[in-house]
Structures are given as C-alpha cells and as structure tokens.
C-alpha cells in the first residue's frame, strides 16, 4: 500500500504541463484525434475504430489460406473482406507513431525496452515477440466480444454519449491502471 501511496504522491508532484522529455502536446494531439473523428463520421458515417481492420486482414488471409471455410463464416459473409479505410488508419497509426517518436526525438530503434531487459535480459527478443503477438491476439478478441476497440468505444462511442462505450472506457482505464501498478512494483 506504502508504494501505491508513494506512486500517487510523485504524480501530484508532477507539473502535467511540463513533460520533461521531448514530446508533442497532448492537447494538439487530442484535439486533432476530435478532429479526425469528427471527419471521419462526416465523410464516412461511420465511427472511428480499428479492431475491424484485424478482422478484415484475418479474412483475406483466410481466403488464401482456407477460401471455403473462409466464405462460409457468418462474419465474412455480412461484411467480406477488404481493403477498407479501417485497415489504411491502423496503417496510418503506425506511420503516425514512427513519425511522431522520430520528430519528438524518441526513436530508439531499440527491440527491447530497458525495463523488459532489466527484467528479462537482453537476449529475449523471441520472448518479447511472443508476448506482444499473444497481447495482440487477446486484445483482438476482447474488442471483438466488447463490440470494439479503445478506439471505437474510447473516442468515438464516447462521443456519440454510448453508456456501453463509458462503461469500456473506464474499465480500460482500471486495467490500465492495475496493468501499471503490477508492472511498475515488481
């Protein structure tokens, strides 16, 4: 409990205006993320989210690797897979990280984080691989059974005042926050 305490005490210390490293302003990003969502229901109709887009690949990989049992899969046969602008924001999100981590001068170009190697060597690169492709997979398939992804629920079912997107968004924000204080006690 004494480091929990102590935790909340260093983040009352911290001046939320001041971010020591260099970093862009959570207020430009967040206003633009408002931004992108709100054109995003103006030129689409359709709310910001990216678990579709896993869903979308799964199905154009499962066409090429089993195409009948692909084809006969209720989800597919609703909404067939694609190329779609769900897929071309998740690829957008990533060329926005490495755009975002190079001009805030963040870019390591390291695999392993210096708290993964503290806890796990810097030879685990196979280990951390397979923790962030497991990661992955659990995440796709809690935004599948939530009926979407933090972004979906988080930014645009909270604007559009969704009780079931409030309801995710703040339990991701209790797991997030239990995720943390397990990660950063140990």
């Not at 963040?106 to 280990?127: C, I, N, Y």
């Not at 969704?162 to 924000?173: K, L, P």
Request: aromatic share 12%; charged share 10%.
């Amino acid at each position: 409990m004494y480091e929990f305490t102590r935790s909340i005490q260093l983040l009352a210390d911290v001046d939320p205006l001041q971010y020591p490293g260099p970093a862009w302003s959570p207020y430009v990003v967040g206003g633009l993320i408002g931004l992108l969502s709100m054109l995003t229901f103006y030129f689409s109709n359709k709310p910001l989210g990216a678990s579709t887009a896993y869903a979308r690949v799964a199905g154009l990989i499962g066409l090429q690797v089993a195409p009948r049992h692909t084809r006969s899969l209720h989800y597919f046969r609703d909404n067939p897979p694609k190329i779609g602008w769900e897929l071309m924001l998740v690829l957008s999100a990533i060329a926005g990280a490495f755009l975002s981590a190079w001009t805030g001068g963040e870019l390591t170009g390291k695999f392993l984080p210096v708290m993964w190697q503290d806890r796990f060597g810097a030879d685990s690169h196979l280990l951390r691989a397979a923790v962030a492709f497991a990661g992955g997979l659990l995440m796709a398939f809690g935004a599948r059974m939530a009926g979407g992804c933090t972004s979906g629920h988080g930014i645009s079912g909270t604007l559009q005042l969704a009780i079931g997107s409030w309801v995710s968004a703040i339990c991701f924000f209790i797991g997030g926050i239990i995720a943390a204080m397990l990660m950063y006690s140990m």
